[in-house]
């Protein structure tokens, strides 16, 4: 017994180490222009769980304009034995720096990719606090425009504006990434689906997907030096990005340090979080973590930091999936997502690939049908339909095609779509299922001006061999004269005639409801599951959707025609049939 008490007085001596660290209420700020080479400070940041531990710091010196003119950098070191593996890792955004007892700034920055002996840079409080003054000011003119009943300017912004490369800096200040999980998606898939839509610099570190923690978090108090999420999705398929909370006052509050993406105005969800471990690695030291319930709004999303309001919650939209898994329902997925215009399709998308591509229904090869809506306040509803038989390798880039129409509706600068929801119902089976034409023939080789023309076409199943028969029964088309007519059947969606159609289309619309109008007809006229058939006929001009045009001139026929000037095809109005 004598020689296992230096062991219990050792374990007796360790429990007040591990209790939660006492970070000092940030009623006192220090001024950049007090810090000074060789001062020491302490970072407050959660490694693991929601216990805020200490890491001591030493202060080098400050970097003038080192992130914009009049925005500065600390530079300081992680001296903490606690951060001798990890150093300062994406998720660390936002941990709250003091010196001698007051806020100097938040960690947002490493000097070098591979940086390996602690060196870092903190964003001024004094910057940070100008976000939380700019959003007030922004709240009373939001208020002083619904008074006079004017609505803010609207135009798609795009998301990876000059703010990014000014959070970046030069090539020595990396702003520290934000470690974004998609629920059910691995972080390869997440880094793919980002890439698709441009947002790959976009400062997001996909990381594995995390879970629903909703009910565990509940009552987490989100204070400085605790995990805070900015949510984009919740419920069955979570999409929240982590960093840490730096100050509070009230119910505002500022974090990260850096910007999110840089687009100004926002309206995320805020959640409190937990983090899993903190994973070391020279390439991508980050922090895993699980994502409670949304408490508030980040409202602002700025070079110095993102800021909101705990207790005021975003607007959000409900999405409902139905699923079927090789002939068997699957459980429905439900939640909410952010209806902010410049996310919404990748929202859209990301939903689809989780839904499609993860859990035990996902394999090698696959078979996907989708079809749903997207409901607006001030819009009609916009329909979406994709079916894909392939590899899931390819499954991204047909679910890009899916989601065109909601990227071709919120490109558009007339109206602001006012989302309400997403419904969608998915199949997917574990095998291809893959009709070609293996035949085509017409019932009678000739018919008057006046009759209609019928085909019979017979389909084959590439991998089984099944065969079936669908007769398309195309109507008379005035426009096209007596003479040979040429018939051409093909499956697999839009020809590249019906695609300058659409555009020309397009290009005459002048309001947000037509072209949603418009891009409902396309999707459901061109499916890649339908059959087509399409009437030809030579003629001196050209017929564009039934009416002849014959005085058009040589050279814009070429252009029509996609010749080199060589003699033109008239075309008919097409007319389809889908099965």
């Known amino acids: 017994m004598k020689r296992l008490l230096p062991f219990l007085c050792c374990a007796a001596l360790a429990v007040p180490a591990l209790a939660q660290a006492q970070v000092p209420t940030p009623t006192r700020i220090i001024p950049v222009k007090e810090i000074r080479p060789g001062m020491h400070g302490i970072a407050y940041t959660v490694l693991q769980g929601s216990t805020i531990v200490p890491i001591e710091t030493e202060i080098l010196g400050v970097a003038e304009n080192a992130l914009s003119p009049g925005y500065d950098l600390i530079i300081g070191k992680l001296v903490d034995p606690k951060t001798a593996l990890v150093e300062a890792v994406h998720g660390m955004s936002g941990s709250p720096l003091y010196i001698d007892g007051r806020l100097a700034g938040a960690l947002s920055r490493r000097l070098t990719q591979f940086e390996k002996d ?58 520290l990434g934000v470690p974004l999980s998609i629920t059910g998606l691995s972080s390869e898939l997440t880094g793919r689906l980002l890439s698709r839509f441009g947002m790959e610099a976009s400062g997001w570190v996909p990381v594995s997907g995390s879970s629903r923690s909703e009910a565990r978090l509940a009552k987490a108090e989100l204070k400085p030096g605790s995990p805070v999420a900015a949510v984009l999705m919740t419920g069955d398929l979570s999409i929240a990005g982590t960093g840490t909370l730096t100050w509070r006052e009230g119910n505002r509050v500022l974090a990260f340090g850096h910007p999110m993406l840089g687009v100004g105005r926002s309206a995320w969800g805020m959640a409190p979080a937990e983090i899993i471990t903190t994973i070391p690695s020279y390439l991508y030291p980050h922090k895993l973590s ?61 939903a689809a690939l989780t ?16 079809h749903g809506t997207v409901t607006f306040k001030n819009l009609p509803p916009l329909v979406l339909d994709c079916v894909y038989s392939g590899e899931n390798v390819d499954l991204l880039a047909s679910l890009m095609a899916f989601v065109d129409p909601v990227r071709t509706l919120y490109r558009q600068d007339w109206l602001k779509p006012d989302v309400t929801g997403l419904d969608l119902s998915i199949e997917t089976a574990q095998e291809p299922r893959v009709w070609e034409i293996e035949e085509a023939r017409l019932e009678r080789p000739e018919i008057g001006p006046k009759e209609a023309a019928v085909v019979d076409v017979l389909l084959k199943e590439k991998f089984k061999g099944t065969e079936e028969r669908r007769r398309v029964v195309v109507p008379p088309v005035a426009a ?33 409801a037509t072209l949603v109008t418009l891009l409902n007809h396309h999707r459901l006229a061109h499916r890649a599951d339908g059959v087509y058939v399409r009437l030809e006929t030579d003629a001196p001009g050209r017929t564009v959707s039934g009416g002849e045009m014959p005085l058009l001139p040589p050279s814009v026929l070429a252009v029509m025609n996609g010749t080199d000037g060589g003699p033109s095809t008239s075309v008919g109005t097409m007319k389809t049939a889908t099965w």
Do not use: W
């Open 118 to 175: 602690g060196h870092c840079g903190f964003t001024p409080i004094e910057d940070m606090l100008r976000v939380d003054g700019e959003d007030r000011s922004e709240k009373k003119l939001a208020a002083l425009r619904a008074r006079q009943g004017q609505e803010p300017p609207f135009s798609v912004a795009g998301l990876l504006r000059g703010t990014l490369a000014a959070a970046s800096g030069s090539p020595g200040f990396q702003a």
């Open 480 to 512: 096209l004269k007596a003479g040979s007519v040429r018939v051409r059947v093909f499956g697999g969606g839009d020809s590249d005639a019906d695609e300058e159609a659409f555009n020309r289309s397009a290009a005459s619309v002048t309001d947000a």
């Open 290 to 350: 699980n994502t409670g319930p949304v408490v508030g709004t980040i409202s602002q999303d700025r070079l110095s930091a993102v800021g909101g309001t705990i207790g005021t919650l975003p607007p959000m939209a409900p999405y409902h999936i139905v699923r079927t898994g090789d002939g068997r329902a699957l459980p429905p997925l439900d939640g909410t997502f952010i209806t902010d215009p410049d996310l919404a399709p990748m929202l859209l998308a990301s």
């Open 355 to 370: 839904a499609a591509a993860s859990g035990n229904e996902a394999g090698r090869a696959l078979y996907l049908r989708a």
